[in-house]
């Protein structure tokens, strides 16, 4: 079993940054992935970017290629999330996922095994 907490939303203004993190209680095998979803009231989870623990591969949603960044620290455990440029629409509770999926699988939130409680983004215009 992994645990997953995330931190770092909050209220913002439209145009500044905010960096996410999610810590996981272990290390997880090499070969999962680690994902960031988000998901609007009254909208379906969406995928916004993932990362393969072993290797530097990222991947990204068309809507936040160019402003969000993903990362990781092996030896913390820890995956973060740097969004930029920051828009109304990015307004969201954000989760982080852990799960042994493949890559064609990455943006479907069932493939992934393990979710955080999710942490709030508000963005004000």
């Known amino acids: 079993q992994v645990q997953l907490v995330e931190s770092g939303g909050g209220l913002v203004q439209a145009g500044v940054s905010l960096r996410l993190s999610c810590v996981a209680s272990?290390?997880?095998?090499?070969?999962?992935?680690m994902g960031w979803f988000r998901q609007a009231p009254g909208k379906e989870r969406e995928f916004v970017a993932a990362?393969?623990?072993?290797?530097?591969?990222?991947h990204y949603a068309d809507s936040v290629k160019g402003r969000f960044t993903i990362s990781k620290d092996n030896a913390k455990n820890t995956v973060y999330l740097q969004t930029n440029s920051l828009k109304p629409e990015d307004t969201a509770v954000y989760y982080c996922?852990?799960?042994?999926?493949?890559?064609?699988?990455?943006?479907?939130?069932?493939?992934?095994?393990?979710w955080g409680q999710g942490t709030q983004v508000i963005v004000s215009s």
């Open positions: 990362i393969r623990w072993s290797g530097t591969s990222t």
């Open positions: 996922a852990s799960g042994r999926t493949l890559e064609l699988d990455i943006g479907t939130p069932g493939a992934y095994d393990y």
């Open positions: 272990r290390r997880t095998f090499r070969s999962y992935y």
